[in-house]
């Protein structure tokens, strides 16, 4: 007897990996497969995902939004990057760009180029080759345009500070238009059957029953189906991610213009983010709580506001790790219910989105096969952990010494793949992406370089560019960039271009 299709999928939980998971459901799945959600108004969301990285338009392209009234639903800004202030060394700063370095010479990338140069004194600071970089500092935007294929502007990335809330809203109104069953309620109990312990059914609070054959769990911190129904288990990375709580609060808006990028400054127990959205700017303390005070990390947040705080403070309290399995049995844990990565590289959102696409790759056509569950696990715990590492080298790749928590992540052992990268790099500059890591070797260079890691050498091939050439090269492709930035407008004016446009359509 075969086995039957699996076309009764249970979303539990909303929020943006609720609505998220359910959008793009509802998008690649027919409307014979029926996709119920379930979360309740009283249960509140983290919300404070609001950054993203460049890979979020293909999530968006893939729903074929408009993304002027995604800009418009959200109060959306545009993002280039992220300020890193205070991280290597108090008074220091760098910017991490997204998109290109410079442009490659053959089959050595541009920053040996320029490593050459910098390494005798005769280059400007990294940031004056990425259009990113000086795009971000000059306040400009303009996004990619692919007819100008010798141009730094031929695929300038980009991604968005958003409004998680209108967002989650904005998904919501897309699944349901596509069939997407919403359930208001909160989830009073869960029942497994009995021959294998799959999940068969939740209960609500008023009694309605909620039956499927795939559960997806969007329940946030808590787990409901992953942890505290299944027992999967958790890997705690606190040992190299010390920091266990957030104090966030929104503030008003700048009056010296929205910053198309993210800033992240340390301080002494933690770091503090600054989200730029069209309406207002969220603000946010992550800290560690054997080092400071609730109190005293308030304090330090409410002190270094832009603007008025626009709501009470509240307290986010984590455990960075990851669950042991993202899948188990007949669940699959997306968001905060797989585990917690502080949102230092604004990888949250994102990892919402891998977790998606890997569902529907390994998506079960009759039943549960263990060998797609195992592989869709590896995949999970591959690219987990190398953003992992990702995180752990702004924090230990450091040269503070002003503070118990500086000195314990500066002196702290590293996980062997991380300190592998870090040596080939300080070598002669390399690195390599492993297989399907989500950093791609620019972010690394970026972040490696602007925390203080210095190469003792570059690419041998280098050398094979003579030294005038090396200098029209180099110094080229800074004009070219500074060029490109003096003719794009600020980001302001192009938000407001593209609200109206939005409006008008």
Same mark, same amino acid.
Request: charged fraction near 25%.
């Given at each position: ?12 939980g ?96 541009f ?29 400009k ?35 349901e ?5 919403r ?29 499927g ?8 911190f ?135 696409? $890997?569902l529907?790759?390994? *998506?079960?056509? #009759? %039943? ?6 195992? =592989?869709?696990? !590896? ?40 300190? $592998?990268?870090?040596?080939? *790099?300080?070598? #002669? %500059? ?6 399907? =890591?989500?950093? !791609?070797e ?52 192009f ?6 446009? !939005?409006?008008?359509?």
């Amino acid at each position: 007897m075969s086995t039957p299709r699996v076309t009764e999928i249970v979303i539990v939980g909303g929020g943006t990996a609720g609505w998220m998971t359910a959008a793009a459901l509802s998008k690649v799945l027919t409307r014979d497969y029926r996709i119920t959600l379930v979360e309740s108004e009283d249960i509140g969301t983290v919300g404070v995902g609001e950054g993203t990285i460049p890979m979020i338009k293909l999530f968006n392209q893939a729903l074929e939004l408009d993304e002027a009234e995604f800009v418009r639903k959200t109060q959306a800004s545009f993002k280039l990057g992220i300020h890193f202030v205070d991280w290597w060394r108090k008074g220091e700063s760098y910017i991490h760009g997204f998109g290109k370095i410079g442009r490659d010479l053959g089959v050595v990338p541009f920053h040996h180029y320029w490593l050459k140069l910098h390494q005798q004194g005769r280059a400007a600071p990294l940031d004056e080759y990425s259009i990113n970089c000086r795009a971000a500092q000059a306040m400009k935007f303009l996004p990619g345009d692919p007819e100008r294929p010798n141009s730094p502007l031929a695929d300038l990335a980009y991604a968005f500070h958003f409004d998680a809330g209108l967002y989650a809203r904005f998904l919501r109104e897309y699944s349901e238009a596509r069939g997407v069953q919403r359930i208001e309620g909160k989830i009073a109990s869960v029942a497994l059957r009995g021959e294998d312990g799959f999940v068969e059914s939740v209960t609500l609070e008023d009694g309605t029953v909620v039956g499927g054959q795939l559960f997806i769990d969007c329940s946030g911190f808590r787990g409901l189906l992953i942890e505290e129904t299944l027992k999967t288990g958790y890997e705690d990375w606190t040992h190299w991610l010390p920091c266990d709580r957030a104090i966030a609060v929104p503030c008003a808006s700048a009056k010296d213009g929205i910053t198309p990028y993210t800033r992240s400054t340390a301080r002494p127990a933690g770091w503090q983010w600054r989200i730029p959205l069209q309406h207002r700017i969220g603000n946010g303390h992550v800290f560690c709580s054997r080092y400071m005070s609730e109190d005293e990390a308030t304090a330090l947040l409410l002190g270094n506001l832009d603007g008025e705080a626009l709501a009470e403070p509240r307290t986010l309290r984590f455990t960075t790790g990851k669950r042991n399995k993202t899948w188990h049995r007949n669940v699959v844990a997306i968001g905060l219910s797989s585990g917690f990565m502080e949102p230092l590289e604004s990888t949250s959102i994102y990892l919402i989105q891998s977790a998606i696409a $890997r569902l529907t790759a390994f *998506f079960p056509h #009759n %039943g549960f096969e263990q060998a797609d569950i195992d =592989e869709f696990n !590896a995949h999970s715990d591959f690219e987990t952990i190398k953003i992992r590492d990702f995180l752990i080298l702004h924090y230990h790749a450091t040269q503070r010494d002003d503070s118990p928590f500086w000195d314990y992540c500066r002196t702290m052992d590293v996980p062997e793949s991380l300190r $592998r990268k870090m040596d080939l *790099f300080e070598s #002669n %500059g390399r690195i390599f992406r492993e297989h399907t =890591e989500m950093f !791609a070797e620019v972010n690394w260079i970026m972040v490696m370089l602007g925390q203080g890691l210095q190469p003792r050498g570059y690419h041998a091939l280098v050398d094979m560019l003579p030294d005038d050439h090396l200098d029209r090269f180099v110094g080229g492709v800074r004009g070219v960039i500074e060029n490109c930035v003096a003719n794009m407008p600020t980001h302001d004016a192009f938000l407001q271009r593209l609200a109206g446009m !939005a409006r008008a359509g």
